[in-house]
């Protein structure tokens, strides 16, 4: 099993709409959590840290299930700039970020 | 602002050739990796250091190595390029702050093996 699983998608969607990520992990002992952000051709960038009770950043919401392992990341109101892949990082402390392959969002106007 | 820099953004090269992709971050920062990045296999980690002339193997190291003399700069060397190392490879440096790691990546080098 994957350390780091996400449905590569793509998800369509038209501007406006809610979407929602999920992210599985599979090691227990996993620390820290995050949202990175690629844009087509472009490197990743961070989009947002995950918190144990939720957190919020205008349009995107970030929530952590660590009895079930799972991330997940809504988006609000899409816009057609939030066209991109996002991806699943997981840290386990002292070793490299653990990064998913990504999910793939296409906001059709 | 962190900055990231790669040499080149797209490099054509032979087989059989010696390759240098150089990264160089203007932050401190103590933590820089490379990875290698496919369609359909996400990041791939191949070498990564914590520290001045330290490396540690990431995932798929075969046929590459590493230099880092300083802080600054993490080079990743191809001994001798196959068309198989064909792919988009992306640098980063990190801080760490408590639990928290935010990896800062460079635009990238496109590179393509003939």
């Known amino acids: 099993r994957k350390e780091v699983e996400q449905d590569p998608g793509p998800f369509n969607v038209p501007e406006g709409a809610t979407v929602a990520f999920n992210c599985t992990y599979s090691n227990s002992a996993s620390q820290s959590f995050f949202w990175y952000r690629q844009d087509c051709r472009k490197e990743p960038k961070l989009l947002m840290s995950?918190?144990?009770s939720g957190n919020e950043d205008g349009r995107f919401t970030a929530q952590l299930n660590r009895a079930s392992q799972y991330i997940s990341l809504l988006i609000r109101d899409s816009k057609l700039s939030d066209s991109a892949t996002y991806l699943c990082?997981?840290?386990?402390?002292?070793?490299?970020?653990?990064f998913g392959k990504g999910t793939r969002l296409s906001v059709i106007a | 602002d962190v900055k990231v820099t790669q040499s080149s953004r797209y490099l054509v090269k032979r087989t059989g050739e010696k390759v240098f992709l150089e990264c160089v971050q203007d932050?401190?920062?103590?933590?820089m990796f490379w990875y290698r990045q496919d369609p359909g296999l996400g990041l791939r980690l191949i070498y990564f250091s914590y520290d001045v002339k330290m490396k540690e193997k990431g995932d798929i190291p075969e046929g590459y190595s590493v230099s880092r003399e300083k802080k600054e700069r993490f080079s990743l060397i191809l001994e001798s390029a196959s068309t198989n190392q064909t792919s988009m490879y992306l640098c980063a440096s990190s801080e760490r702050t408590g639990m928290k790691e935010t990896q800062y990546f460079g635009p990238g080098t496109r590179l393509l093996v003939l």
């Open positions: 932050m401190d920062h103590e933590n």
């Open positions: 990082v997981v840290s386990r402390g002292n070793t490299p970020l653990v």
């Open positions: 995950v918190y144990s």
